[in-house]
C-alpha cells in the first residue's frame, strides 16, 4: 500500500498561448484573471498552491499569489510540473491547464474522491474518446520521478503519451464541460456561451 502523499495545486501558465493569440491565463472568465480563478479554486481543496510561469511573467502576476518560474529543463507542459516536482519532491500535483475555463470546485473535489496513489496518476478523461487528460490530473510523486527518467531518455515530452504508457486511473466526470479546453478565440466564445447558461 502506497502511502498517500499530500496533495499540492499547480496553475500551468508558462505557456506562449501562440493559438489563442493573448496569454490565456490573463483571459477573464470568472471577473478575474483565469490563472487567478484557477489557483483560488486549487487553494480549496489542496494542502499549498502555486501558479507556475515563465520567469519574464513574475513582474506581471499580482501579490499574494504564489509562484514557481520554470526552470527550461524540459519541453512543454512537462517544463511547469517538474519544475514543480524539484520544489517539492515528496508531494503530489493536482495540475490544471490555464486554459480550462469550466473547471470547478465540485469537479476537484470528484477528481480527488477519485485519486488512487498506486497509480501514476489520476486524470480526468472524455468517455467518449478515453484518453487521460494530463493537465486536468493528480500527479504521484513516483510518476514525476519517472517522467524525468523518460524524457532524459528522449522518449519525446507528451505528457498525455507518458499516462497512456504507464498506469494511469482515468475519471470521467459528471460535467464534460469541465474539461473543455479554450485554446483559440472560437473556443474562447463556445466557453463564454456555456459560462453565461450555467
Known sequence: ????????????????????????????????????HLYNL???????TFISL????????????ATLADEDKFRGPFNGILSAHNFDKKA????????LPLIDI???KELIEARDPNKYATA????????????CAIWEPHALQKAITYLEAGNGSCPRKFLINNDTKLVFPKNKNVILNANS??????????????
Open 92 to 99: 503530489a500535483w493536482l495540475v490544471l491547464a490555464c486554459d
Open 106 to 108: 465540485a469537479a476537484l
Open 185 to 198: 478565440v472560437q473556443d474562447y466564445n463556445a466557453a463564454l456561451t456555456k459560462i453565461s447558461v450555467i
Open 124 to 135: 480526468f478523461a472524455n468517455d467518449e474518446n478515453p484518453l487521460p487528460e494530463p493537465l
Open 54 to 65: 515563465r520567469g519574464e511573467q513574475e513582474k506581471e502576476m499580482s501579490h499574494g499569489f
Open 42 to 48: 486549487l487553494g480549496e481543496v489542496c494542502d499549498h
Open 1 to 36: 500500500m502506497t502511502s498517500i502523499a499530500k496533495l499540492n495545486g499547480l496553475v500551468l501558465s508558462g505557456g506562449k498561448s501562440t493559438r489563442m493569440g493573448t496569454d490565456k491565463g490573463l483571459i477573464t472568465y470568472h471577473k478575474v484573471p483565469q490563472r487567478e
